[in-house]
């Protein structure tokens, strides 16, 4: 594996003598440094991936990774922001952060972030950025190299083929399902973001034109354009588990109701996440994955170094080792996490493919043509417009 791996970097880096010359550079200068990585820990095979990886990049590049997981990555932005006001420019507390959306807008806009580094990632130049334009884009913001991307994700629904044979397809068939079958479904509490995933798939699907969210949320309009979205909740929240009154905390909860069979319908971000389940026991085998007719959102999972990281460098070659087939193939296994590659696999060498054309397919697991389109996510100031106008509404 490890030949195979040096194998690619080779093959990259001969194309560029410039890049090879600086990033051997920028692999010496990592040896012994330690990289700070700040990133949700809300997910057991997430946590064990990171440990892999870190065990990784010690034994081939010497470099000490600790996860530090935390619950709100909007806490550790308002921490760099501090730390950029008091003038700070090295020997800041973050090295990389899985981060998105809004919190990627304001670090861009307040100069939080490295340079564009990404280009400079000898694995970068094998990510399939034609196919998958989220890798260019956070939240419609232009990315401009600033974050290095490192995974996918869709919403997908996941039920227990047991008790419903069929499933919904939009959201409308969603209300209909549960005026038959009242509390079977639920979603997690705003501003958990699967919670703020479904009301954004819901408004998305709901609203007259959705193309007004690919632009920044204009308030003079809010109110009429998520009209649609608020009457449909004011119909669903009595139909929830508990009538609505009680709101997950998360994912995690959520399964556990559907394995219990409170509920019938849960959801994820994952598009493997109920096959890793059904492997771990953590759902029963004849759970399934289905989404909407009309496409569900998506994104890609990114992290950005920070303007004043103690360890750039480090930070980048763990950047681009989570790039690598290696690690790629890895993290696309069901059995280990099931989260989606990033990269081109038709351009792989005929051994780095063969990584991937052995991962399993599970049953619980859709393949690329049934997941359907996958919608591009709202505008970035989209997200703290519905979730204050959620939270005034239904957090009372």
Known sequence: MKRMLLGVYF??????????????????????????????????PVNAYIEWAAGEVQEKYKIRLVHVKVTDIGDVVSRILIEKSAGKEAGGSVDLMWLNGENFKTMKENNLLYGPFSRKLPHYALAD????????YDFTVPVDNLESPWGTAQLVFLYDSRKMPEHPKSMTDLLTFLEKHPGKFTYPAIPEFHGTTFIKQALMELMEDPDVLNHPVNPADFDAHTRPLWKFLDRLHPLLWRKGGV??????????????????????????????????????PAVRTYVHASGTIGNAHLWPSPFNSSAREGAMVVADFLLSPQAQARKADPKVWGDPTVLDVQRLSPEDRALFDALPRPPATLGPEELGRVLPEPHASWVQAL??????TYNQ
């Open 387 to 392: 979730e204050k106008a959620w939270l005034n």
């Open 129 to 136: 950025v034609k196919a998958k334009q989220n890798l260019l």
């Open 247 to 284: 709101f997950p905390a998360g994912a995690s909860q959520m399964f556990s109701l559907l394995n219990d069979g409170e509920i019938y319908i849960s959801l994820s971000f994952n598009p493997n996440a109920a096959a890793h389940a059904v492997e771990s026991g953590e759902l029963p």
């Open 11 to 44: 093959v990259i880096l001969s194309c560029s003598p410039a890049l090879g010359s600086e990033w051997e550079d920028i692999v010496a200068a990592a040896e012994g440094q330690t990289v700070y990585f700040n990133a949700w820990g809300g997910s057991q």
